[in-house]
Structure formats: C-alpha cells, structure tokens
C-alpha cells in the first residue's frame, strides 16, 4: 500500500519555525522528486518546494524562498521542510507529492502525478 504521510504542522506564532515531515510507505522515495504544496481557503494550491531524486537539487517558490529549506533522509524514507521566519500568508494545508519539478515555461513547480497525501494544518497568528 502505497502511502505519503504528512506530520509537524501546528499553529505558530509570526515569525516561528516549525519543520514538516513526509514519511512514505509502500515505496522507497529515492527514485522520486518529492515536493511540497499548500493550500489555503479559497485559494488554489501552490507548489512550494521540491527536491530532485538525483542530485538532491532544490527549487522554491518565490514567496518562501530564503525562509523555507527542503531536504531528504533517504534512509529515513522521509522528506523534510523547515519552514522560518513563518507569516499569516504561509497559513495553509501543506502536502507532499512524488514526480514534482520546477516548470521553466510557468515558473512553478508542478507534478507529474495527481497524489496527495492527507496534508497537514500550518496556522500563523497571534
């Protein structure tokens, strides 16, 4: 059974930290690109991060980029997202995806396949 398993959200103050996981079962992530998305209320999802399957390269959004960090224990079969410096507009559900890469053509990152874990609730506010 194959499974993607979000952890670590929470509320948080503005200007807080808090690290994400993503643990897989069912498969091993080394083969994959593993990303991040988000979601608020109302708004589409938005890819944030993804780290490649081969050279551990990274890519983000603009509007995390320098506060956000992406990394992958592979022996842990988990992906990472340490998220700093956190403000009301990070507020969202946060997912992980296999098959994610940065789109020169639309300057995000997207995903090959349509899977999402259950997600986790990041809140921002004071």
């Known amino acids: 059974h194959v499974q993607l398993v979000e952890s670590g959200g929470g509320l948080v103050q503005p200007g807080g930290s808090l690290r994400l996981s993503c643990a897989a079962s069912g498969f091993t992530l080394d083969y994959y690109s593993i990303g991040w998305s988000r979601q608020a209320p109302g708004k589409e999802r938005e890819g944030v991060s993804c780290?490649?399957?081969?050279?551990?390269?990274?890519s983000y959004a603009d509007s995390v980029k320098g506060r956000f960090t992406i990394s992958r224990d592979n022996a842990k079969n988990t992906v990472y997202l340490q998220m700093n410096s956190l403000k009301p507009e990070d507020t969202a559900v946060y997912y992980c995806?296999?098959?994610?890469?940065?789109?020169?053509?639309?300057?995000?990152?997207?995903?090959?396949?349509?899977?999402w874990g259950q997600g986790t609730q990041v809140t921002v506010s004071s």
């Open positions: 995806a296999p098959g994610c890469y940065y789109s020169e053509t639309y300057h995000e990152i997207e995903y090959e396949y349509d899977y």
């Open positions: 780290i490649s399957s081969s050279d551990g390269s990274t």
